[in-house]
C-alpha cells in the first residue's frame, strides 16, 4: 500500500498529490529533495527517511519530480513499473498543459492514478505466482564453452600471455656468443660498444660520480614550494631540531592573513573559453572534457544507450582527475538521470547542456551546504565566556601539525589568543614539534604591552590519555580566558579500532565545536576510504543517539597536485561537509579557502 504519491516541479509546485494516510509526509519529501535531488545523488533513485522508503523518477523534459512513498518494512516489487507508467500517462494526459507551461492547472489525475496502481498491483500478483525457472543450459556460460576450451595443455600459458624468455648462457660471467656470424650485427655491435665506452668516459670525467654508495635509508620528502614562498621558511618541525632560542621572525608574514581566508587560485587555462571549445575542434586542442561530447551531434531525446559511451569516457576522465572510481560512478549516474529523456535541439545546445549539468553537479557538490564561518563563531563563543574548540584528527604524515600551525597564525592574525592542546601523546617528538610551532608563532606576533601571550601549548608530555589532557586544556583556556583551543591528535590508520575508539572518546568528552578531518590531496580512493571509516568509527564508539562525526575537511599539500583535484569532490561527496581549509604549501601563509568554481574547472580541462 502507497503512504504517498506527489507529483511536483522541480520549482517546487505540487500539480497533483495523493495520500493514503493522516501522516505529515514534508519532513521526509523536503530531505529527498536537500539531501538527494539538489545535491547531485539522484543516480540512486530509492531514498530511506525515518521509517519510509521514497522512491522518484525525474522528468527532465518538463522538469517535473514523481514521488512515491511508503512505510520500509514493506516490499512493494511494482514500484518501479507503478512509476513508469503513471509518469507516461500523467505525459500524454497533459502534454499540451505542460508544454504551455501551465503548471498551476487543474489536474483530474485520480482516476488515471487508481487505475495505473490497480494494474501494477494486479501486475505483482501475478508475477509472484510464477515460480522462479532455473537458467536453461542454453543460456548459462557453460553452453557456450567448447570441450576443447576447457582442456589445459602443458607447457600453454594462461591467459595466453605471451612472454618472451631470452635465455642467456653464462660461461664464466660473460655471455656467451652467439654462434651465427652476421657482419651487420657485428658491425653494429662494435659501434654499440664504442659508444659504450665514451659515455663510460664521459661519467668518470664527471664530479658527480656516485663512488660513494648510495643511501638506501628513507629520507624525509622534500616538497617544492611554488612561487613566491621559495624563499619563505618551510613549517617542518617534525623532526627534532636543536632548540633555537633566537628565532628571528620572519616578520613580512605579518598581516598577510587578516580577516577571511583567501580563496584558492587553481591554474586555469582560460584560452578555452566556451565560444571557442563549442566550434569546430582545431587540430591542435587535445579537448579535454568537451571531446567526450562529440559523440552526442544530433541527438534529439537523451536516451540512456545514446549516453552510455559518453558518460564512460566522463567516468574516466574524473578517474583520471583523482576522483575515486566509485564516486565517479556515483556522479555520471547522477549525470544521467537528470538528463535522460530532455529534448535537445541542435548540436550546441547539446555539448552546453551536458557540459553545464556536469559542471553545475561538481559545484553544487563542492559547495557547502550550511554557513561556515570560524570567526565569526569563535567570537560568539567569546561572548559565551567559553573558548571555541576545534579538534584535528587523520592519519600519519597527512599535515595535521602543519596546518593546525597555519590556521593557528590566521587566528593570531585576526586577533585571537590561542591555546594548542598537545594531545597526541603518541608520535615521538609531536610534543616538541609544536613547542617549535609555538615559539615561531609568539616571535612573529609578539603580545603588545605583555598583557597576554598570543599562542600557549597545553603539553603533559606522552603516553597518556588523550581526551583527558583535551579536557584539562579546555578548562585552562575558559579560566585564562584564551578564545581558541586547537587539539593536535595523534595519526591514526582508519583501520585501528583502539585507536579509534580513543579518538571517538575524545570527541564525545570534549564536544569541540568543530572535528576537522585532515586529508591529502594527494590520494584518490584512499581518501575516501578514510573518512568513511573515521566517521563511521565516531558513530559506533560514541554511544550516543546523536554522535558527533566529522564536520569539516582540511584538505593539505594542494599544491603537490597539479590539476588532479579529484579528492576534493570525493572528500566532499562522501561526508556532504565542506572542505573549510585548503593547504598550499609549508609557509603559515599558505592556507586558503576552498573556490568551488576554480577546482571545477581544473577537473573539466
Ligand atoms: P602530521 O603527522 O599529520 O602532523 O603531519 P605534519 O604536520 O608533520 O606534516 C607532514 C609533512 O607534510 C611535513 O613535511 C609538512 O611540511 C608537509 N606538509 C603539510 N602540509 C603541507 C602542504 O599544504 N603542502 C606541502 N607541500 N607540504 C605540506
Redesign the pocket.
Known sequence: MLDLFSIFSKGGIVLWCFQGTSEIFSPSVNALIRSVILQERSGNTTFNHNSLTLQYKLDNEFELVFVVAYQRILQLSYVDKFLNDVHLEFRDKYKNELQGGQHMGDFDFKACFDAALKGCEQWAKSQAKIPKQMRTFEDSQKSKKTVASMIERKGEEKGKKSVKIVEVKLTNGKPEEPEEDDSDVLAARAKLAQKLNKTKKEVKKSPKSPKVEKDRTKK??V???GGGARDLP?????TDKPEDSNIIADTHLVGRMTGAIRDLEVDSDESSSEEEEESAPSPKKTGGMFSIFKGLVGSKALSAEAMQPVLDKMRDHLITKNVAADIANKLCESVATKLEGKVLGTFDSVAKTIKATLTESLVQILSPRRRVDILRDAMHAKQEGRPYVMAFC?????????????ICFWLIENDMSVLIAAC?TF?AG?VE?LRTHTRHLNALHPSQNHSRTMVQLYEKGYGKDAAGIAMEAIRYAADSKIDVVLI?TA?RMQDNEPLMRALAKLIKVNEPDMVLF?GEALVGNEAVDQLVKFNQALADHSSTANPHTIDGIVL?????IDDKVGAAISMTYITGQPIVF?????TYT?LKALNANAVVHALMK
Open positions: 624525509p620528502r616538497w617544492e614550494l618551510e613549517l617542518d618541525f617534525s587523520g592519519v600519519n604524515g597527512v599535515g595535521k601539525s602543519t596546518n593546525l600551525a597555519k597526541d608520535r609531536a614539534q593536535d595519526g585532515v593539505t599539500k594542494f599544491d603537490t585548503v593547504g598550499t604549501g609549508q599558505d
